[in-house]
């Protein structure tokens, strides 16, 4: 009777066993190297999965998390910088309209109502500027946020009268130089240069404002030559009264080149100044030796010129005087014979002209000049150092003549003669 009961004992052991193997399922409690991958993987997935379940998903909270934090920065980006509230007034203290910008080439402001500007500059100081027109202009630095007023300096006036010998155009330009050209001799408010169209009103009447300060005036008409106006000092609210200002127009320089057998100077050139010196222009002159040239009316200078070798034939400076839209003739003579020179290159020295250098084979060497020797006198006259395009044309002359030179060299003077030569160019 026993051995039924232990039998019965035992299969209930075997039967407890076989259900936790069923449990388990395989590979529980059995060997490692056993186990295939496929059987490994379910494992080590529930592994990471129970690691992290705890904090939640990481890719998930984190991507909502980021785009509302996302919207969060939009919103507390910095702000553009503060504008500038600027308040425009004239001399006076009344607001006034006017163009104001940041800087004097910047973006413009805001116009809010009469004189009140809303100025946005940018982050950190700028300079405002503003200008009314026919009132004034004015200038201040100010940063974001700041409440200025900008107080304008108050134009003074130019007033004159056009005096013409024909009509009038509608407009005229007063190029205004400034104190720029007067230089230490400008007393006052320092001004810049500028130029200002004005209307020209009944009888040539004109009023121009103008910034206060030292001026140097030219008008300037359509189809009249500039007329220049004497320098004036200029103070806000005064008004300069020039008079009449009289106007002129271009007229025609013309004439002929010839040499001495009178035989028209092709290839010649013709040289033109006016009363003061000042190099008006050049005119070519054709085959038949015909010149022209459109120049200012009144006194001028014309000189001919024709390139003999290295040399220049030149004629005698002559004087005309060209009325307002007038014409003034001259006929102008060149020597015939080519020009010829000593062969000597010379620069200014004060009391003379010092030789630079000599030409192998010409004159000069002949003579026996050399670089460092000082020229005097040409022909017993004085040679002036200052004026080298006088000294070259007292030495240089018709090929074939002769010329006396006072040599200094060191502490020694001589004097030479030497006979002038056509210089060519050999090279």
Known sequence: ?????????????????????????????????????????????????????????????????????????ADDEPAHPSPISCRVMDPAGWPVDAEVRCGEDGPACRDEAVGEYTCRCGAGSVTLHARAEGIGEGSVTAAPGDRVVIRLNGYGFLRFRLVADAALPASVVV??????????????????????????GKAGRVEVPLLPGVHDVAVRVDGFDPALLEPFALGAGEVHDAGDTYLSRPGILLG????????????????????????????WCGEDGFFSLEVPSGDVEAQAFRADGLLTARSPRLHAVVGSGGEAELRLVLPSRRTGGLGIQIASAGDGVAVQGVIPGGPGERLGLEPGDVIVAVDGAPVDGRDLDAAVGAITGASGSSVRLTVRRGDQVTEHTARREEILDNG
């Open 1 to 73: 009777m026993r051995r039924p009961v232990a039998v019965i004992g035992l299969l209930a052991s075997l039967l407890a066993l076989l259900g936790v193997w069923v449990a388990l399922g395989p590979g529980v409690g059995g060997p490692a190297e056993e186990a295939g991958p496929a059987d490994a993987a379910p494992v080590q997935a529930a592994e990471v999965r129970g690691g992290d379940e705890a904090e939640g998903p990481p890719p998930l909270a984190p991507a909502l998390e980021a785009g509302e934090e996302g919207e969060g920065e």
């Open 175 to 200: 190029d205004d130089r400034g104190d720029s050209a007067l230089g230490k001799e400008a007393q006052g408010p320092r001004t810049r240069p500028a130029r200002v169209t004005a209307r020209i």
């Open 256 to 283: 002929l080149v010839l040499d001495t057998d009178g035989r028209p100077a092709a290839r010649s050139w013709v040289e033109v100044w006016d009363g003061a010196g000042g190099r008006i222009g050049r005119a």
